[in-house]
């Protein structure tokens, strides 16, 4: 991957403010990006996999989870998850 793909990547998966947090799931999340990943950097759905890895070990991008997601006994709004920088 340059880094032009990475700067690509990172400019295609990090969420605008007003759309902060558009994913219901973790895996959801994981899978759009690999799906980014792969148009991007044409490899297979392994090399995205690694490629992703790769920008979270970097500190390059983080998954994060919406405020009022966590455990609670009240009733909370759902968690949802979004790409962002650490």
Do not use: N
């Amino acid at each position: 991957m340059t880094s032009s793909d990475e700067q690509q990547i990172i400019g295609k998966l990090i969420s605008p403010p007003e759309q902060l947090f558009p994913f219901p799931t973790m895996e959801s999340a994981r899978a759009e990006a690999c799906t980014v990943i792969r148009v991007v950097c044409k490899c297979s759905e392994e090399e995205a996999r690694e490629y992703l890895q790769s920008l979270e070990d970097q500190g390059l991008i983080d998954l994060t989870m919406s405020p009022g997601g966590e455990l609670h006994d009240s009733p909370m709004p759902p968690a949802r998850f979004g790409w962002g920088r650490p």
